[in-house]
């Protein structure tokens, strides 16, 4: 996922047929040929890309939106040549604004975005198990209140920093009513390394904050297991009610 696809910038390159103003500057509708065989087609203003256009690059990629002065500003649709598709807000050839991105793999991330980073509140669909992230995200990840929810019936709550959790979660199952609270601790620490701490925000955390995130007062399940909860990235799975969760590796392609 990147933003270097490079469009060229120099004014009155290429192969030009299109209006001028009075100037002789490229102003309406036109289109041009790069050196480079990039093409433009769309509208102009005193020489440079504004308004509505297509770019193509040779080497594979298209764009289709909003231009101001030469560059990629507003809405607009970009087809990356890895396949990956970026549908909603630029600002000076960034992703920046809401918008929709679908990656090469099938995932999909509908949300903020901040100079070509997911950040701010996003949700992101994985597409090879169904998982839904719905939360936070800082400089591309998760990190914040997330709402972890997996195509079996589990809800994950709790708090994300830099893509790990850590610090006040709950599991809960959504057909047995099962709840499972705890903390999550980094353990791949180095020898000699100390703990990392919670930070402010885990702090105020409060319970009460994960339940009306997970489901109404109402609805909330009345059977409770408390466990120690390692950080390994992981989903669950319990056999019986009140039989002890075993943990397996699994995340999430960012």
């Keep these: 996922m990147t933003d270097n696809l490079e469009e060229e910038d120099g004014l009155n390159i290429g192969t030009y047929v299109g209006e001028r103003n009075d100037a002789g500057e490229r102003s309406g509708l036109g289109f041009n040929t790069y050196p480079n065989g990039d093409t433009y087609v769309g509208m102009y203003l005193n020489g440079m890309r504004n308004g509505k256009g297509l770019y193509t690059w040779k080497k594979g990629g298209l764009y289709e939106g909003e231009y101001v ?151 909330r399940p009345t059977k409770v297991a408390t466990v120690w909860m390692p950080d390994f990235g992981i989903h669950h799975d319990f056999d019986e009610l009140n039989t002890t969760p075993s943990w397996h590796l699994h995340g999430a392609e960012e």
């Design 69 to 219: 002065n030469h560059k990629r500003n507003g809405f607009g649709i970009l087809h990356y040549p890895d396949g990956a598709v970026y549908e909603g807000l630029w600002e000076n050839n960034w992703r920046n604004g809401v918008g929709t991105y679908t990656y090469p793999n099938g995932d999909v991330y509908e949300g903020e975005w901040q100079w070509g980073r997911r950040h701010g509140h996003g949700i992101y669909k994985v597409k090879k198990d169904g998982s839904i992230f719905d939360g936070e995200f800082r400089r591309g990840r998760r990190h914040g209140i997330v709402k972890w929810i997996l195509p079996n019936g589990y809800v994950f709550v709790g708090v994300f920093q830099n893509d790990q959790q850590l610090g006040r979660g709950k599991w809960v199952s959504t057909a047995s009513g099962l709840a499972v609270h705890g903390e999550y601790a980094r353990i791949d620490k180095e020898e000699g390394e100390g703990e990392e701490g919670p930070t402010e925000e885990e702090e105020q955390i409060e319970e009460e904050d994960l339940d009306e995130l997970i489901e109404p007062e109402e609805q």
